[in-house]
């Protein structure tokens, strides 16, 4: 079953059409990265989907059309988003920014937060370490962690992901992708929109790949990762990017 | 100076101070989770004990009313009507803020039947409140994403608006109401009314109540989580428009409640509210409208300033104390170029 397709969405800002009518479904269980240059329009396309931005086109969530839509209305039905400066509670504690993730799920009396809570900090024991420290004062990757266990504690059926990479050293990158293996092993749905390209077609079952607002190519991640058109746009430079990081 | 004058000033500071430090931790509130400076927040606090009045027996008001219902019962319930008018998509929330309406009235027409004392005061507060929460969903809300000036004018606009009801309601003149707890206890030198003792127990119990909710409870944390980052707070479920009727209530709420407790010291009019939440604005910024401590304490400097001026030079009071605003600010100022862009 779907969880997720879009048709047509196209985004604009203004007289810059950033999105144009793009096309996309993510089946249950699977993970699926949207990769492409800076400024292709991958974030957009995050926003278009989740009502941050206007956009046209329609978004069926879990067989349901979603015409008005906001990200925390989304959010209370499991369909969640890890955004690319992670937007972290700074001045409050880390198992407080965790809690709040699992706010939609308080206001229902669901069962079962603290045991995710338990699950969240087996998955990231750093955070357990510092679940007193105020979100602020951690370095970037733990801060990712944060953001990716916050996301986690709305137990989403659909997890989105915003560059999760930008800005982490290479070990740390590492760190997180290994966790996001670990979460697809577990049969979390994934979206992922990355910059990395070879990690996120590693992970992923499928990719898409923007172009300036425009999907150019799709396939398996394994096939994508051979794919010669990709290898010299996006793989290639990826030993300079790593130098650079 | 000698001592007796200064127990006595130092009594008054402390009166003043906890007043404008229940308005200021409001002005906080509302300020931290929706960036709007809630200027009406003073007619909110004499609306209550105005509406109190045409509650109370004649004998006791000394005025003859005839069960005449309070205009700021027509002003919430016509408010309740507009916001019902707007949920109108939705059947349920609509029927029952219309519901209210009529509920308001209901209540207001009981209360101007002739009800003991302490039914007539809750009535006042439970009129009153539906004001704060409609003010936003009618005025803030509609303006969404808007910049903090033009929430500001909007916020303006309603106290002047609200100020000149207050006119309409209950006429130029103050009224006298009786205290819950009426005649002084000696404090040393000092004579205190023991209505005074309530607003200090009532400030107390506002600040305990309100750090238990901050930092125990998920809803507090919520709103919380909205001041600190309103994105991230969206992202994860968080509504800031609940966040909002949240934090628009509880001010109303402090408001109301220390209104109806200081206005048997003050013996209030339509116009009094302005100044009052004023003196609190201006405590706030001590904190940067972001600190509840150091607001507290702001309004506590702002009272000890205005009783100070007010035995030197009491016809130059108000301007003395609007005076700290400028080394306030200016101290502000150099602060926030030191932490650079707090957004």
Same mark, same amino acid.
């Given at each position: ?57 329609? &978004? ?5 059309? #979603? ?14 988003? &890890? ?44 955070? #357990? ?58 049969? &979390? ?40 058109? &990709? ?15 | ?10 009594a008054?500071?402390l009166q003043n101070g906890t007043i404008?430090a229940l308005?200021?931790?409001? *002005? +906080? ?16 606090l004499?609306?209550a004990p105005?509406?109190y +009045?045409? $509650? ?8 003859? /009313? ?18 019902? $008018? !707007? ?19 209901? *209540? ?9 004392l302490w039914?007539?005061w809750f009535?006042a507060v439970? +009129? +009153? ?42 006429? @130029?003149?103050?009224?006298?109401l009786p205290a819950v707890w009426s005649g002084q206890t000696?404090v040393?030198?000092? @004579?205190i009314n023991n209505q005074a003792f309530l607003v200090y127990g009532f400030a107390f119990l506002s600040a305990l109540g !309100? ?43 402090i408001a109301c409640v220390s209104g109806m407790l200081l206005a048997p010291l003050i013996?209030p ?16 910024? /001590? ?5 509840? @401590?150091?607001?507290? !304490? ?27 605003? *400028?080394?306030? !600010? ?14």
């Amino acid at each position: 079953m779907n969880i997720l397709e879009v048709e047509n969405l196209s985004v604009r800002y203004g007289a810059v059409e950033a999105v144009r009518g793009l096309s996309l479904r993510v089946a249950e269980g699977e993970a699926i990265t949207l990769i492409g240059p800076n400024g292709a329009g991958k974030s957009s396309t995050l926003k278009g989907i989740l009502g941050l931005v206007q956009a046209s086109g329609t &978004v069926h969530y879990l067989g349901e059309t #979603l015409s008005r839509r906001t990200p925390e209305m989304l959010a209370a039905v499991g369909l969640v988003m &890890v955004p690319e400066k992670r937007e972290l509670f700074a001045s409050m504690a880390v198992e407080d920014n965790l809690l709040l993730g699992a706010f939609p799920r308080f206001q229902r009396r669901e069962r079962g937060i603290r045991e995710d809570l338990e699950w969240v900090y087996s998955l990231f024991p750093r955070l #357990l370490e510092r679940r007193r420290q105020l979100a602020g004062t951690m370095s970037g990757g733990e801060q990712q962690m944060l953001a990716i266990g916050r996301a986690l504690m709305a137990r989403p059926k659909l997890l989105l992901l915003d560059e999760p990479s930008l800005g982490l050293a290479p070990l740390i990158v590492q760190e997180i992708f290994r966790i996001l293996g670990e979460l697809k092993a577990r049969g &979390v749905t994934i979206l992922l929109v990355e910059q990395n390209a070879r990690m996120a077609l590693k992970l992923a079952d499928r990719g898409y790949v923007l172009e300036a607002g425009e999907l150019v190519m799709e396939g398996r991640g394994s096939e994508l990762l051979y794919d010669p058109r &990709v290898i010299e746009s996006y793989l290639g430079i990826r030993t300079r990017e790593a130098a650079g990081g | 100076m000698d001592w007796a004058i200064f127990s006595f000033l130092a009594a008054d500071a402390l009166q003043n101070g906890t007043i404008y430090a229940l308005l200021a931790l409001s *002005l +906080v509130l509302v300020f931290a989770v929706t960036r709007v400076i809630l200027v009406p927040l003073g007619e909110f606090l004499v609306y209550a004990p105005l509406t109190y +009045v045409w $509650f109370l027996p004649p004998e006791v008001s000394g005025l003859n /009313l005839r069960g005449q219902i309070p205009g700021t019962a027509w002003l919430a319930a016509a408010m309740l009507a507009g916001w019902a $008018f !707007l949920e109108r998509k939705s059947l349920r929330r609509a029927g029952l803020l219309a519901l209210g309406s009529l509920g308001v009235l209901g *209540l207001a027409w009981w209360g101007a039947q002739g009800v003991p004392l302490w039914l007539g005061w809750f009535l006042a507060v439970l +009129v +009153v409140l539906p004001i704060g929460p409609a003010s936003y969903r009618l005025f803030f809300e509609p303006a969404k994403n808007a910049s903090v000036l033009t929430y500001l004018i909007i916020a303006v606009g309603l106290h002047f608006a609200f100020m000149g009801l207050g006119l309409v309601f209950f006429g @130029p003149e103050q009224f006298r109401l009786p205290a819950v707890w009426s005649g002084q206890t000696q404090v040393g030198l000092v @004579p205190i009314n023991n209505q005074a003792f309530l607003v200090y127990g009532f400030a107390f119990l506002s600040a305990l109540g !309100l750090y238990l909710f901050f930092s125990r409870s998920i809803y507090g944390k919520a709103l919380r989580a909205c001041a600190v980052n309103r994105y991230g707070a969206r992202l994860s479920g968080i509504s800031p428009s609940q966040a909002g009727y949240v934090s628009f209530s509880i001010a109303t709420l402090i408001a109301c409640v220390s209104g109806m407790l200081l206005a048997p010291l003050i013996s209030p009019a339509y116009f009094q509210g302005f100044l009052l939440g004023l003196k609190g604005f201006v405590a706030g910024i /001590l904190g940067g409208l972001v600190s509840y @401590p150091l607001a507290a !304490l702001g309004a506590l400097l702002v009272g000890a300033m205005e009783s100070w001026a007010a035995f030197q030079a009491s016809a130059y009071k108000d301007a003395i104390v609007f005076a700290l605003l *400028l080394p306030i !600010l200016f101290w502000r100022s150099l602060r926030s170029q030191e932490l650079g862009e707090e957004e």
